[in-house]
Nanobody
Framework: QVQLVESGGGLVQAGGSLRLSCAAS????????MGWFRQAPGKERELVAE????????DYADSVKGRFTISRDNAKNTVFLQMNSLKPEDTAVYYC????????WGKGTLVFVSS
């Protein structure tokens, strides 16, 4: 079992920044790729960013490229999402995801961007 706990969400004005963190615990040695997803009201959950085990390979949704940066610190069992130049359309619940032989999810953290 893997447990994921997100933090760092909140209310921010458009153009501002937030940094999300996701701390993993449990069978952390089995974790491979990790990522961030988001789900806005009335919409399906979508991939925001993902990274491989080492953090050397990253991938982003087109809508966040150049504004968001995913990184991970395996020594601290934590993955981060630095979000800059936030837009109202970034408003969503952000979920951390970790892949072992199955997917694990955190409970989510709300990001609200006001215009």
């Amino acid at each position: 079992q893997v447990q994921l706990v997100e933090s760092g969400g909140g209310l921010v004005q458009a153009g501002g920044s937030l940094r999300l963190s996701c701390a993993a615990s449990g069978r952390i040695l089995s974790i491979g790729p990790m990522g961030w997803f988001r789900q806005a009201p009335g919409k399906e959950r979508e991939l925001v960013a993902e990274t491989n085990w080492s953090g050397g390979r990253t991938d982003y949704a087109d809508s966040v490229k150049g504004r968001f940066t995913i990184s991970r610190d395996n020594a601290k069992n934590t993955v981060f999402l630095q979000m800059n130049s936030l837009k109202p359309e970034d408003t969503a619940v952000y979920y951390c995801n970790a892949v072992t032989w199955q997917d694990y999810w955190g409970k989510g953290t709300l990001v609200f961007v006001s215009s």
